[in-house]
């Protein structure tokens, strides 16, 4: 059995990256691919950013028990499907990049999720980050910001809080962090 775990964090910390980095230098480590309705974006493959369902499909899934944890963002659903986690977990462990929300969602249905979550060094940062960003107006950036500390404010529920200042050194510490739960599960 491997271990599962759930890597979240605000918009702008670098957790894509770190992510991405995580899984090239791990390959035994399997990434979840979540399922949407929303449009593919240019360049996006169905199976390989998203699976891209219809609204109808995602609802008959809904019903059917399908997702381990599902939830709408800007208004299309975006869920994990359990049945590639469960399968996956039989011999490696997995990664889910989610939000606060569905991160809940999962380790209440799955109390053994290992829930880590990407902080900025402080707020400050992260506006310069996401200022830097440059493609929303002003409003959008201050929504954000507003989701930004609501997240910060759910850090207590997560069993880890990585603090990206040094992307090498979060890196690190995330690997350090999976060898240890991952060797506690036998794999
Ligand atoms: P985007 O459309 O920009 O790819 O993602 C929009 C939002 O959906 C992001 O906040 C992302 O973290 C979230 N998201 C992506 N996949 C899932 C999922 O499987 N479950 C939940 N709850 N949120 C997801």
Not at 14 to 36: F, Q, R, Y
Not at 102 to 127: H, R, S
């Amino acid at each position: 059995m491997g271990a599962l775990f759930v890597i979240s964090g605000p918009s702008g910390v670098g957790k894509g990256t770190l992510v991405k980095l995580l899984m090239k230098e791990d390959p035994s480590l399997a990434l979840s691919i979540s399922c949407t309705t929303r449009a593919p974006r240019k360049g996006e493959r169905d199976g390989k950013e998203y699976f891209f369902l219809s609204r109808d499909e995602f609802v008959s899934r809904i019903q059917a028990g399908d997702f381990l944890e599902c939830d709408e963002h800007f208004g299309n659903y975006y869920g994990t499907p359990k049945s590639f986690v469960q399968t996956q977990l039989e011999t490696r462990s997995v990664i889910l990049e989610i939000d606060v929300k569905g991160a809940l969602q999962v380790k209440e249905n799955a109390p053994d999720t290992v829930l880590v979550m990407i902080v900025p060094p402080d707020f400050k940062t992260l506006e310069q980050r996401l200022a830097g960003r440059g493609s929303e107006t002003e409003e959008e950036r201050a929504g954000r910001l507003e989701r930004v500390k609501y997240e910060l404010s759910l850090k207590d529920k997560y069993d880890y809080v990585v603090v990206n200042k040094n992307l090498q050194r979060a890196k690190r510490e995330l690997q350090k962090i999976i060898r240890k739960e991952t060797d506690q599960k036998g794999v």
